[in-house]
């Protein structure tokens, strides 16, 4: 596995998205989040996954269940991330964190993400409160998600030390933290969290003659217009996979993991799946396939 350490942390560049776990949107079902979901985590901690992601809204605090009974006995070897909604206010924090940890069955929190930039409240209100969570030993870093490179300065002095971390839409198909956050990232030495890195499965070919039956249908992603624009890209994809025997969803994972401080999250609906996103790190794109993809156009940030 391939790691990135940035500010003390140190996180495997392929991590895993727990979104789907206990959430209804994705039509997994009960089986699925009983017997699958904690089975991909545990398959993920053997193959060297540290990197555990979820929140407190996911499946409204289901997922993290589901995340601490399949770490219990592994603690040491996880990563463990998760998010504050930004709905409630402030003085909630410390209580929204301890919440998270007890639902996770753990003492600390390695990574607390401010999951969007609150619609009432500036930083100087949530910060100082995350900072003393960090004081106090019940976090390790600060993080936030969906923040631009704006709001994630602004949470940084509020903060009055490092934000460790933006989790963010990144993509082949959106490339738009490539203009700003993924410079200042490198310069200051935080990483960027890619959720999405398939685009929710458009990468990997598999939808181009239909999208898929759960929510994401109706998404613009899945359009039969943007699938018709996909197609070089998910075409040029197939093709690098084909001569390196791997898969296109594998070449999408390395495009974005040769970036330095990047890490990606994709979601796993099966153990077989997240293998195979996991052998995403052994993938080494020559520079000629890395332009070739990355000249590509893609209908958002490039």
């Known amino acids: 596995m391939k790691f990135v350490e940035v500010g003390g942390a140190r996180l495997s560049a392929i991590g895993l998205g727990t979104w789907q776990f ?11 989040a009983r017997g699958e979901a904690g089975a991909i985590v545990r398959r993920a901690l053997e193959l060297g996954v540290n990197l555990i992601d979820t929140a407190e809204i996911y499946g409204f605090g289901r997922s993290e269940r589901i995340v ?4 219990r ?22 209580a929204r964190a301890r919440g998270s940890a007890r639902r996770l069955d753990v003492e600390h929190l390695d990574l607390y993400q401010v999951h969007w930039p ?6 100087g209100a949530t910060m100082p409160r995350m900072r003393r969570l960090v004081e106090a030993g019940l976090v390790g870093h600060v993080g936030v998600s969906n923040h631009s490179l704006e709001a994630w300065q602004a949470a940084e002095r509020a903060l009055g030390g490092p934000v460790l971390s933006n989790q963010v839409l990144f993509s082949l198909v959106d490339r738009r933290p490539e203009r700003g956050l993924l410079p200042w990232a490198q310069q200051q030495g935080r990483v960027i969290i890619a959720y999405s890195p398939l685009a929710q499965g458009l990468l990997s070919g598999k939808y181009q003659k239909a999208p898929p039956r759960n929510f994401r249908r109706v998404r613009g992603t899945f359009s039969a217009q943007s699938r018709e624009h996909a197609q070089p890209l998910v075409d040029a994809l197939g ?3 084909q001569k390196m025997n791997a898969t296109r969803a594998q070449v999408a994972l390395a495009w974005l993991i040769r970036k330095p401080n990047v890490v990606v999250i994709p979601g ?15 993938l080494e794109l020559s520079d000629d396939d890395e332009h070739r993809l990355s000249a590509l156009p893609n209908g958002l940030g490039g």
């Open 118 to 123: 609150s619609p009432l409240f500036p930083p």
């Open 68 to 71: 601490g009974e399949a770490i």
């Open 73 to 94: 006995g592994r603690r040491d070897d996880v990563f463990l991330a998760t998010k504050l909604f930004p709905v409630g206010l402030p003085f909630q924090v410390a």
């Open 268 to 282: 796993a609906s099966s153990v077989r799946q997240l293998e195979e996103n996991v052998g995403a790190a052994d």
């Open 239 to 241: 093709e690098i996979g």
């Open 22 to 32: 206990g959430s209804s949107e994705w039509g997994y079902g009960r089986d699925y």
